[in-house]
């Protein structure tokens, strides 16, 4: 079974950054494609940023320029680099992936979450 945690969450002042990270664990062939989701209170989820097994990437334009999505995949971690961030960003943020635990199967894993929020 495949698991995905998070961390990297806390409190940062607008216009600081945080390196959000999600491990995967388990049986894993490789990591397919990763994306991280947020969701604030009272919202629903929202997809930000996308990276595939090949390296293409893709954001939401409400964090275009300002996050990104590297990846370690020799330790199985996709990161989330945030800069400039502002207070509407503050939300639990979750990751996702698609893992091939063998060259036939591909299973969906979601992270448990991690909370971002960005005051003064």
């Known amino acids: 079974q495949v698991q995905l945690v998070e961390s990297g969450g806390g409190l940062v002042q607008p216009g600081g950054s945080l390196r959000l990270s999600c491990a995967a664990s388990?049986?894993?062939?490789?990591?397919?494609?990763a994306g991280w989701y947020r969701q604030a209170p009272g919202k629903q989820r929202e997809w930000i940023a996308l990276?595939?097994?090949?390296?293409?990437?893709n954001y939401a334009d409400s964090v275009k320029g300002r996050f990104t999505i590297p990846t370690d995949n020799a330790k199985n971690t996709v990161y989330l680099q945030m800069n400039s961030l502002k207070p509407e960003d503050t939300a639990v943020y979750l990751c996702?992936?698609?893992?091939?635990?063998?060259?036939?199967?591909?299973?969906?894993?979601w992270g448990q979450g991690t909370q971002v929020t960005v005051s003064s």
């Open positions: 996702n992936a698609d893992i091939r635990i063998t060259l036939w199967r591909t299973d969906n894993s």
């Open positions: 388990g049986r894993i062939f490789s990591i397919d494609a």
């Open positions: 990276i595939t097994s090949t390296g293409n990437t």
